[in-house]
């Protein structure tokens, strides 16, 4: 079974900084997705950003970037240049590729920007 | 133009109580889904529908009957309401079963059973 674990349970950053979210994930397969969601505090689930398992590259959106690296089975969110918007909890998300469709979430990380 | 919706966004409701959740979504897609997320914010998929065919059942009681009228409808229904039942339940939807769709949520609708 697939699991996957945030070990930063609250993290704090000052505005403009920058900040990484840590996320490992268990696995066997070869071909899977993974995806950063926050949620901030009006509740509803937003996603970050993506990444497909075969790509080597690391997805970016905008001030968002992740480190993949797939031999560790890690997953980390970088946020630059960090907003008071940014306040929120943030889940690493795991998905098995090709007719498999439920997302696996970690435990999340609740993110503190302050000014 | 909100792409998945759900009511109520709030309900609070007695133990023993038959409650439904109502799930919309405009995007023309596939597949939808049910999650719950607890009290410590921790989210689990419940049921998955494909075109209105039931995918995926996560080992949840078989008080929650999800109903899919069509492929933009997804209801839960929840019979006997127990307290461990209060969570924030969301709906979502993606175009289809793969994962190279993005799964897109709905607002969220928060539990209570007292």
């Known amino acids: 079974a697939q699991t996957v674990t945030q070990s930063q349970p609250e993290m704090s950053v000052q505005e403009a900084e920058t900040v990484t979210l840590s996320c490992t994930y268990d696995t066997s397969e070869n071909n899977y997705y993974l995806f950063w969601y926050k949620q901030p505090p009006s509740r509803q689930m937003i996603l970050v950003i993506r990444q497909e398992a075969y790509k080597q590259q690391n997805a970016t959106e905008n001030r968002f970037s992740v480190n993949f690296q797939k031999a560790a089975k890690s997953f980390s969110l970088k946020i630059s240049d960090s907003q008071l918007g940014d306040t929120a909890m943030y889940f690493c998300a795991f998905m098995k590729g090709l007719l498999t469709d439920k997302l696996i979430f970690g435990t999340g990380t609740r993110l503190q920007v302050f000014p | 133009d909100t792409a998945v919706s759900q009511t109520p966004k709030y309900l609070v409701t007695q133990m023993g109580n038959d409650k439904s959740i109502k799930c919309e979504q405009n995007l023309g897609h596939d597949t939808m889904y049910w999650y719950k997320q607890d009290s410590k914010k921790f989210l689990k998929i419940m049921f998955s529908?494909?075109?209105?065919?039931?995918?995926i059942n996560e080992t949840v009681p078989n008080r929650f009957s999800p109903k899919s009228p069509d492929k933009a409808h997804l209801n839960l229904h929840i019979n006997s309401l127990e307290l461990g039942d209060s969570a924030v339940y969301f709906c979502?939807?993606?175009?289809?079963?793969?994962?190279?769709?993005?799964?897109?949520f709905g607002p969220g609708t928060r539990l209570t059973v007292l």
């Open positions: 529908y494909n075109n209105k065919e039931l995918i």
């Open positions: 979502a939807s993606s175009q289809d079963r793969s994962g190279t769709d993005t799964q897109y």
